[in-house]
């Protein structure tokens, strides 16, 4: 215990207490930069938490239930943004996304490209969250709905999807919440452009500039939108195993 | 149809994602032979790099696994205090950004912080130093052993621990003769994957390491350096080294899950 809150509680404290000045608050607020960048980071976690939903579960859905040559590899790729150094995803994107072009596509320094930098290293939550809960599911209540007319849209929509809502939002919340802090990956392909700048750069930037009061304020809105979110997934959950 | 319009879909968004993305960086790598990739490596702020990275891996990981595995005891087997409070600091490490956990380093050593203070009164240099970035990767690594260790505990209960203290083993004995034993797949892929942490971190070290090349950088800063220096070599280089390790690191928790599932089959049938 006391090894646990020296080494965590007494730097998180710090870090609390350095954000506790009102100067800095009124700094981050009426600083148009740093409001931009947070409405961003804001949008672009929201997006890949959507777009992680939809992948995810079809991901999830194919390394579940369908089967070819190679499963098990692709099924081990899966966990490898996670194996990857943050900074080797950057330096990837960079090359294949980057400045020379090989695919004909240049997205460094675009919103674009941290987009594609955060879909990078998010993507294992959902595939993770939904593949158990995929397996467990029971195949004869869709053969079922089958039987009874159900289109292969209506089984999903009316039986799998319910089934799996839980464990996809909770790795999409796991995805929003890694990404809206996430640094090391987008680094590199943002390319120092004030524009694809997400949170943790303005965080950074600001220690570099000896202002890390301000990078305190911005890293207490970060954590506090992620108490948020987790809170309202835990009130979200909560609802649904009462009714189903 | 449907079905292959699926698989295909799904398959070519991994490879355009993943797959030709990390071979396009090994391609990249060795485009000019191998010679240049051994220079690059053998340099000396490569190997400074690298061995400031294992200086840290050495000593943090065995920090974690240590407090991982005593952490993960108390948790499961006796009435901790407040246990919300203690798992929500343990997992505190992955719902911070690793820019944030390196910032509240910062503030705590630095000149104004509360032990930084201490420490720059007496002179003992924390911050900018491979200390800071020690403390830093133990931070960011914190959860894994823990959050391995206790569902394992968890689950193969009490009954065999009892057996042996009614057979007379002292309570260590009895630790490291059942305990540690059934958990000990726990322990190894917790293991693995804070030395994949430590190793990959940073976010978290950048804000606290003097950033000096030869000096302070581990692979991952020395990868950023030499891309913002122009020296794609020693960058593509120094990154593949870095997905190497982290490719045995994906192979070697693949092949210790299967046989983790296995031995868990054979002591509940």
Known sequence: MLYLSLLVGLPVAALISLSADSTAWSAVYHDAHTRTVLEFTFAVSLAVAVLNSITG???????????????RIVNALIDLPFALPTIVAGLVLLTLYGPTKPVGLNVAGTRVGVLFALLFVSLPFVVRAVQPVLLTLEREVEDAAACLGAKQWTIFWRIILP????????????????????????????GNIPRT?????????????????????????????????????????RRWTRHG | MGRYALRYGVLAYLSMLLVVPV?????????????????????DSATSAIKLSLLIAAIAVPINVVFGIATGWLLARRKMPVPWLVNA??????????????????????????????????????LFTWKAMVIATVFISLPFVVREVVPVLEEIGTDQEQAAEVLGATALQGFFRVTLPAIRWAVVYGTILTVARALGEYGAVNLVSSNIVGQGLTLPLYVDNRVNQLDPTSAYSAGLLLAVISLI?????????GRRHRTAEETTA
């Open chain 2, 89 to 126: 600091i343990i997992n505190l490490p992955f719902a911070m950004s690793p820019v944030i956990i390196g910032l509240a380093v910062f503030q705590l050593y630095g000149r104004t912080g509360w032990i930084g203070q201490y420490l720059f009164d007496h002179q003992i240099p924390v």
């Open chain 2, 23 to 43: 071979g396009m960086i090994a391609y990249r790598t060795f485009q000019h032979g191998v010679s240049p990739v051994w220079d690059a490596l053998s340099s």
């Open chain 1, 197 to 237: 700048e997400i949170a943790s750069q303005v965080i950074f930037n600001d220690v570099e500039n000896g202002a890390p009061a301000q990078a305190a304020v911005v890293g207490i809105i970060l954590l506090g939108t992620a108490l948020v979110v987790f809170v309202l997934l835990g009130l979200l959950m």
């Open chain 1, 163 to 190: 089934a799996i809502r839980p464990a996809a939002l909770t790795g999409a919340t796991l995805a929003f919440a890694r990404v809206m802090g996430e640094f090391g990956s987008v680094v590199l392909i943002s």
């Open chain 2, 249 to 257: 690191i994906l192979v070697g928790m693949t092949t210790l899950s």
């Open chain 1, 57 to 71: 579960v079809a991901l999830a859905w194919v390394l579940v239930r369908d089967d070819f040559p190679g499963k």
